[in-house]
């Protein structure tokens, strides 16, 4: 199996699903004949079951095999906008580590997405419905349990010395009115770049930067 065919497989577990466009953008997008390249791929790795697809949709979605989901999941849109938001992340600076819904046990968050960018943690919410403020409280103090548990100081990606707790990016075009805390920091924002435009302005994420080296992408 080639490097590229492997890379593909590696992106459909992590992300549960991808369309042949996403596939195109991360796999084919500096080929002359970017999408026959994609389809004679995509093809092979079906034939040969690694893969599946939901053919009624278009462009088609694309499952690794055994699929980890449904094919007509109602989750679907929802990891599909995870796979737009990484893609957005590539046009301005690769991520160090993404983990998609990574588990951090009973009582505290689950956020969308945990990832090492520009040398800093975040978790990240990416939110397609408007919540009640009841959940969005919920939502918040799942985050602050988890801080007041001291957990996340012993994740391999912590710098030596001082310990450093995620910032929240909450990717929302809703506005909420958040509980407030010290070291538990949402930004609400409307895409990646709206959050690189107040960040930047603030500096806040140019304080201590954790250690990346050795960092894998691992799979939640």
């Not at 042949?20 to 995509?42: A, E, Q, W, Y």
Request: with cysteine; net charge positive; aromatic share 14%.
């Amino acid at each position: 199996m080639r490097k590229r065919d492997k890379n593909i497989l590696a992106d459909l577990d992590r992300f549960r699903c991808m369309t042949r466009n996403d596939i195109i953008d991360l796999h084919f997008s500096g080929l002359k004949n970017p999408v026959t390249c994609c389809n004679t791929v995509m093809k092979r790795l079906r034939r040969d079951g690694h893969i599946e697809v939901n053919a009624a949709q278009q462009p088609y979605t694309y499952f690794s095999s055994p699929t980890p989901i449904k094919k007509d999941s109602a989750k679907i849109p929802h990891f599909l906008k995870i796979v737009e938001f990484y893609k957005s992340l590539l046009n301005i600076e690769p991520p160090q580590d993404f983990i998609v819904e990574p588990k951090y046990g009973k009582g505290y968050m689950e956020p969308d997405t945990f990832m090492i960018w520009k040398r800093a943690p975040f978790f990240v919410e990416i939110q397609r419905s408007i919540y009640s403020e009841k959940i969005m409280n919920e939502k918040f103090n799942r985050y602050v349990s988890y801080y007041m548990s001291n957990e996340w100081q012993h994740e391999h990606w912590q710098p030596e010395g001082k310990k450093v707790f995620p910032k929240i990016i909450l990717i929302t075009d809703t506005r909420y009115t958040l509980p407030q805390h010290s070291a538990v920091q949402f930004f609400q924002v409307q895409n990646i770049k709206h959050f690189l435009s107040f960040a930047f302005r603030t500096q806040d994420i140019k304080k201590t930067p954790p250690k990346t080296e050795g960092i894998k992408v691992s799979i939640g």
